[in-house]
């Protein structure tokens, strides 16, 4: 090790989801929308004029902070954006978690909060969930610095109930409470609701599922006055211009059609609900997700040889070399085009 390597700063980096580039592929790793977003944000785009970009972005996002305060009935000063619901995060970690006791999250979970826990030195513990991949209420009773899960959880796609959420914050009234709902618009129900009871309770969604904005990055979260203010704090000591032009506009555009929001988002738990049938009827055990993917394994068939089979056919899952959940695999609900080549592969595989 060289001298000037003493000083760095080491973590074990987040590992995204594979991007395959094959123009056969069904694509069912990533957890994207397989819809394309609302017909007025195809509009927009082309309204867009390229002489806008040598100008900054508005540092507070004023359109798209008034559009989403004005979707959910809230007031705009309950409501954050940034870069992706990765980036809300990072800055609520950031921002929130800065005590020597350990903040808590589940052992099977999204990945990326151990990295945030790591590159921002957070003492954390893991709490198990139990055999049913399903959050235990009482682990999140003991002292601790903070407290974050997933809604519906991922990978597991299993949600935990509102009153189990409740339960949570009562227990932790000193600490903030944070609830990642990426794919809350799937079927379960959000906590959104509570924020006027506990000014210590910051819901974090994001366009990139339901709304099919992956690309454009954008991500909110919504919260009392007092945890959007510190969080503004902490971004504008940070970067001011934390969002795009296109971002924005974009961002703002899509809150307009609810009509084609619902109506896709129906079409994908229409389709979850049909694969977890015919997936069924092959042997495969899951929960009963709440997301926009399903979390299987079978009990005659490893996972990581399903995982490298179907890569063969450029069907592509997601595969997590990880303890209890090694042999499962996370596969996205895509068109019901895409799921039927899916299960047709399985049925020749199995004979």
């Not at 921002?95 to 909060?113: A, E, G, Q, R, W």
Request: glycine residues 6%.
């Amino acid at each position: 090790m060289k001298k000037w390597e003493e000083n760095v700063r080491r973590v074990i980096p987040y590992t995204p989801g594979e991007q395959p580039d094959f123009a056969d592929m069904i694509k069912l790793n990533t957890n994207e929308n397989p819809y394309p977003p609302a017909p007025g944000v195809q509009a927009k785009i082309k309204e867009l004029c390229a002489e806008e970009l040598r100008l900054y972005p508005a540092p507070a996002a004023d359109a798209l902070v008034e559009g989403l305060a004005a979707c959910y009935g809230l007031a705009k000063e309950q409501v954050f954006v940034g870069v992706g619901s990765d980036d809300v995060l990072a800055m609520a970690f950031l921002t929130f978690f800065n005590s020597k006791k350990p903040v808590l999250f589940p052992d099977i979970t999204y990945s990326f909060y151990d990295v945030w826990a790591g590159l921002f030195h957070i003492p954390y513990e893991c709490q198990p969930l139990n055999d049913r991949f399903e959050i235990v209420k009482e682990d999140y009773y003991k002292e601790n610095g903070g407290v974050v899960f997933p809604n519906p959880n991922a990978p597991t796609g299993v949600e935990l109930p509102l009153a189990d959420i409740e339960d949570i914050l009562q227990h932790n009234e000193d600490v903030v409470v944070i609830v990642d709902e990426a794919y809350i618009d799937f079927g379960a129900k959000s906590a959104l609701e509570l924020i006027e009871k506990y000014d210590n309770l910051l819901v974090v969604q994001t366009f990139s599922k339901a709304r099919s904005l992956a690309g454009l990055r954008i991500g909110y979260a919504f919260g009392s006055p007092a945890l959007i203010k510190y969080l503004n704090d902490a971004k504008y000591s940070f970067n001011s211009y934390t969002m795009n032009r296109p971002s924005l506009a974009l961002g703002a555009e899509v809150l307009k059609d609810d009509a084609y929001f619902r109506e896709t988002t129906a079409k994908i738990i229409a389709t979850r609900e049909r694969t977890k049938k015919e997936l069924a009827a092959l042997g495969f055990q899951f929960g009963d997700s709440k997301a926009n993917f399903l979390f299987v394994t079978h009990p005659d068939y490893p996972a990581k040889a399903l995982f490298e089979a179907l890569r063969e056919k450029h069907i592509f899952v997601r595969y997590f070399a990880k303890p209890r959940i090694d042999n499962y695999l996370r596969i996205t609900i895509g068109t019901d085009e895409q799921m039927d080549a899916l299960i047709t592969f399985l049925r020749a595989y199995m004979k």
